[in-house]
């Protein structure tokens, strides 16, 4: 939220700077995080003096260029080349100086510098309009007035506005604040706190009156649960234009494009008192009469942006007596809004139903001012006065007569809260005994009613514009923030209680893993749970019939809750990708989300992906590649640093792999992983090479709760270590190899490695040459040359026999 300083002070008359300010609404909640400059002329035309032309001749070398000499107050005049074709001897006009920076339309600058034009030397610029932010017109140079001294600053005469803009965070529950207005009732009270008593002004609408009666337009509310109050008037011979420079200046400083008088009048009035309006061109509304209505669903209305949108049943309209004009309080129609040609209004003030508002505005996609502050809960009772002050406003600067009275709809009027405040309680929550005199001053600056006082507490009137402040908690929490948190001293106890846990709880699990594969140079990415439906396209493994969709999305692409963590971990990739960061490995956390035909189901899993180099580069290394190997060795290091050691491995057939391979125990499957399919690697603009692992995360958990975990001694006995060369067929796999060294010596084979393959020259054709080290270990004494040749041969008989292996 954009709130301007100037503009503040219109409510408050306070001589802090800014940057007090600032201080101070962020202690009171109004969290700033920025402090931006406005300047309605960019630059402020520094640099920038008044001249007086002294000559103007002919360029020599172009018959479109002027040689002028200029006078700008200083020791010497300055020799300017000028193509304007209205410059002449005598006036005074606006020069740049060299060094002062130009701003145009578009925001880009550009410096005067000394240089020479076709030859001629030119020690600045005499400038048009557009030429220094003050107009559109380049038909030529500025012409100034006679009378203005020659050496003047041009920001001196010309009216710059300047202005410091905070830019507030503002938290759904402060809907009070969503206005200049609100932002000033919260500073005086914080101010009230600090012994600054500064009065709050409004802006006043005893002005307003009723001219004649000639143009009544009447309002029927069918639906009045969603449209509690509703105002209306009429305006008529009133002229639509480009609205005065100050209001102009007070809404672009907040970030708002000026559109025409009318328009910016109910803008203003939205950002000042927090009440959003609509005008209606009068001409166009059919019978002279409103019903603000629900209309059957399905109903087509083609809004303001010339996008046709399918009404709800739901969506509360504000019709004619033909035909829907405005979806209330959210956006309006595309033929009944103002334009050049509009002579008479019908200017809406109203309180819509934030439920209804909020559901609409998510319906349609549509976030506008006004459907930020009615869903989040406007003051009900601010609306009749908020139409006087457009209406007041719009007559100041386009003209007109009211010409009819006010119509205010508001059969049931809401009652402000009332709530009861203990102040054993409030002294409980805080942590700290207020001063009771202290705790009604902040109150009463907060516009909460005192009705009663009593030794134990306060009986409190809570106006209805403070719909966050319903509970005794509620009124607590506003004395809290108005005294101060940094006010409350922090106690020399702490006292805390611990709780008993395991050493398997998920998090510490989770620790664990995290810990290890940071330190294999991996990075843990925190994806959102929510997604495109869009991705269930890509496997025939999700199904759209799983989707859990949201009920009031923030747009479709956050409309469905996820069923793999492998799209959300390859947005992550491709964003890293596009930025250079091609070598990436990352690691999350997180869950999948299914909707089956009799319940929902959640599963925690643990996704890994690795691409590109396998090390950063060096000069004393190669760069190798990630691959599909080095994605098994991480996984099994993560398994067995849960203590599963055992698992059965077999090859995956799944649309997302191009290749992959799962590991298993019995029934359970533990992990599955492979090199993801190129097909779906395009969909997110990724060309290289991705590697997916994906842990069942509620598996392995279980798994390790039920692990034991075995100590015993390290053998005092040396390890001997024998190795063979085996020529083997080109199908037999390592694995092979070492199911058959396991099966054959169960009781002193340690290890089985593989640490050399050779395929190529001096092999016959199909064949391939293993380098395989057996391990062998007695724990109770050291083996001997005999134990040890009994179990190669044996070894080197069973590969001959079933592998048909050779010996080299």
Known sequence: MQISYNWLKQFLKTDWTPEQTSELLTDLGLEVEGLNTYQSIKGGLEGVVVGEVLTCIKHPNADKLKITTVDIGGDASLQIVCGAPNVAAGQKVPVATIGTTLYTDEGESWTIKKGKIRGEESHGMICAEDELGLGKSHDGILVLDDKITVGTLAADIFDIENDQVFEIGLTPNRADAMSHLGTARDLKSGLVQKDINL????????????????????????????????????????????????????????????????????????????????????????????????????????????????????????????????????????????????????????????????????????????????????????????LKRAALLIQEIAGGEITSDIIDAYPKKIKDFEVRLSFQNAEKLIGEEIPKETIKRILTSLDIKVNNVTETGLGLTVPAYRNDVQREADV???????????????????????????????????????????????????????????????????????NITMLNPLSRD???????????????????????????????????????????????????????????????????????????????????????????????????????????????????????????????????????????????????????????????????????????????????????????????LRGVNLFDVYQGKNLPKGKKSYAVSFTLQDENKTLTDKQIDKIMNKLQSNFEKQLGAELR
């Not at 798994?703 to 080109?730: G, M």
């Open 558 to 748: 956050l409309s469905v809750l996820r069923q793999s963590l492998l799209f959300s971990g390859l947005e992550a990739a491709s964003f890293n990708i596009n930025r250079k960061r091609s070598d990436l490995k990352l690691f999350e956390f997180g869950k999948t989300y299914h909707g089956f035909d009799d319940k929902r189901e959640e599963f925690k899993h643990l996704s890994l992906f690795i691409t590109g180099k396998e090390t950063s580069e060096n000069w004393y290394g190669t760069n190798k590649q990630t691959g599909f190997f080095l994605m098994k060795g991480l996984i099994i290091s993560i398994l067995n640093r849960l203590g599963i050691s055992r698992f059965n491995e077999s090859p995956i057939k799944s649309d997302l792999f191009a290749e992959g391979i799962s590991f298993g125990l019995g029934k359970n499957k533990l992990v599955d992983f492979g090199l993801v399919k190129k097909p779906i690697l395009k969909h997110f603009d990724i060309a290289q090479e991705i590697i997916y692992a994906d842990f069942k995360w509620d598996t392995i958990l279980d798994l390790v709760k039920h692990n034991k975990i075995k100590f015993k001694a390290i053998p005092k006995y040396p390890e001997v270590r024998r190795d063979f060369a085996l020529l083997l067929d080109d199908h037999i796999t390592f694995e092979s190899i070492y199911k058959i060294a396991k099966q054959s010596e169960k009781q002193l």
């Open 199 to 386: 009065e709050l002004i409004t802006p006043s609408v005893s002005a307003f009156n009723v001219e004649n009666r000639t143009l009544k337009i009447d309002v029927d509310v069918i639906n009045k649960d969603l449209a509690p109050r509703y105002c209306g008037v009429t305006i008529s011979g009133l002229k639509v234009a480009e609205s005065p420079a100050w209001l102009q200046h007070r809404l672009k400083a907040i970030g708002l494009s000026p559109i025409n008088n009318i328009v910016d009048a109910t803008n203003y009035v939205l950002h000042d008192l927090g009440q959003p309006l609509h005008a209606f061109d009068a001409t166009k509304i059919s019978g002279n009469k409103i019903e603000v209505k629900t209309l059957k669903a399905g109903s087509k209305f083609i809004t303001l942006d010339g996008i046709e949108r399918e009404l709800h049943e739901d969506d509360l309209m504000i019709c004619d007596n033909e035909k829907p004009m405005c979806i209330a309080g959210v956006f309006g129609g595309i033929d009944s809004g103002v334009t050049e040609s509009t002579t008479s209004i019908f200017l809406e003030s109203a309180y819509f139903n934030p439920v209804s508002v909020r559901k609409s505005a998510k319906r349609h996609g549509l976030n506008t001012d006004a459907s930020f502050r009615f869903e989040r809960g406007v003051d009900p009772n601010i609306c009749e006065y908020a």
């Open 476 to 546: 607590i929490e506003e004395i809290l923030r108005v005294y101060g948190y940094n006010n409350i001293k922090t106690t020399e106890k702490l006292n805390a209680s611990i709780s008993s846990t395991t050493r398997f709880e998920d998090y510490k699990i989770q620790n664990i893993i995290g810990n290890q594969l940071v330190s294999q140079g991996f990075f843990e990415i925190l994806s959102n749970s929510l997604t495109t439906p869009n991705y269930v396209a890509l496997s025939e493994q999700l199904k759209e019939a799983h």
